[in-house]
């Protein structure tokens, strides 16, 4: 009897004490993959300089094509101490044409053909809070902040024409649903907005693409905030 008493207590001990309850008290850093669409905004810009060289506004929009977004994630879950939460830093690009741009030249539109590039990539701090369904599968919902770098590339013909790269800063929230695969490998989507503050870029206008006289007008354009809509395949591995 005394024999099966202590079975059963040594039984009861080592379930207590099963790895399941025990990560509950760990940091576990994760690395993440995610690939997926970027759905960008059009983006506005124009010139004072220009403005005030021509005599009249000159305001452009360029059409953005969507584009494959891709990134990584390095992060840590804090679950000792904020339990829920997760935090990591992340890096993201697209890379977009623009082949149209619509230039409004006082009050009467025209489009040009751009072929430009444009590439946005996102360095970013992000806070996580997932929601413990006690399965499998756990929702979450999540924001960052951080910086993102625009490269824009485009022929002499674009109005204006552009070869430069600036950085601004951006935020973004984030909701989505991970699949634990084993306790280690996780599965998701995710969908992220991203909100981007303006740009400055330098750019070249030949005043004959307009109908007017004189030589190349170099200048300083600012765009207007660009938004961009992602929805991406996850993969992680958690340690």
């Known amino acids: 009897m005394n024999t099966f008493k202590y079975i059963a207590a040594t039984a009861l001990l080592a379930g207590t004490a099963s790895p399941a309850f025990a990560e509950a008290d760990t940091f576990r850093p994760y690395i993440e993959g995610q690939l997926g669409l970027a759905i960008p905004s059009d983006v506005d810009y124009n010139s004072d300089a220009v403005d005030a060289a021509l005599g009249t506004p000159v305001d452009a929009e360029a059409s953005i094509d969507n584009a494959l977004s891709f990134g990584a994630e390095l992060g840590l879950t804090l679950d000792p101490v904020l339990p829920g939460l997760r935090t990591s830093l992340g890096i993201s690009h697209r890379s977009s044409d623009?082949?149209?741009v619509d230039v409004t030249l006082g009050g009467a539109s025209t489009t040009f053909d751009a072929d430009g590039d444009i590439s946005l990539t996102?360095?970013?701090?992000?806070?996580?809070?997932?929601?413990?369904?006690?399965?499998?599968?756990?929702?979450?919902?999540?924001?960052?902040?951080?910086?993102?770098?625009?490269?824009?590339?485009?022929?002499?013909?674009?109005?204006?024409?552009?070869?430069?790269?600036?950085a601004s800063f951006s935020w973004?929230?984030?909701?989505?649903?991970?699949?634990?695969?084993?306790?280690?490998?996780?599965?998701?989507?995710?969908?992220?907005?991203?909100?981007?503050?303006?740009?400055?870029?330098?750019?070249?206008?030949?005043?004959?693409?307009?109908?007017?006289?004189?030589?190349?007008?170099?200048?300083?354009?600012?765009?207007?905030?660009?938004?961009?809509?992602?929805?991406?395949?996850?993969?992680?591995?958690r340690f």
């Open 172 to 237: 973004s929230l984030m909701t989505g649903l991970n699949f634990e695969v084993t306790d280690n490998i996780l599965v998701g989507g995710k969908y992220r907005f991203t909100r981007i503050n303006g740009f400055d870029l330098e750019g070249t206008i030949d005043p004959a693409n307009l109908g007017f006289a004189g030589p190349s007008l170099d200048s300083s354009y600012e765009t207007d905030a660009v938004s961009l809509h992602e929805v991406l395949f996850t993969v992680a591995y």
């Open 122 to 166: 996102s360095l970013q701090g992000n806070l996580y809070y997932d929601i413990d369904l006690d399965s499998r599968f756990t929702p979450f919902v999540g924001g960052g902040l951080g910086v993102t770098w625009a490269k824009v590339d485009s022929p002499d013909s674009t109005v204006p024409s552009f070869d430069d790269t600036d």
């Open 98 to 100: 623009f082949d149209d």
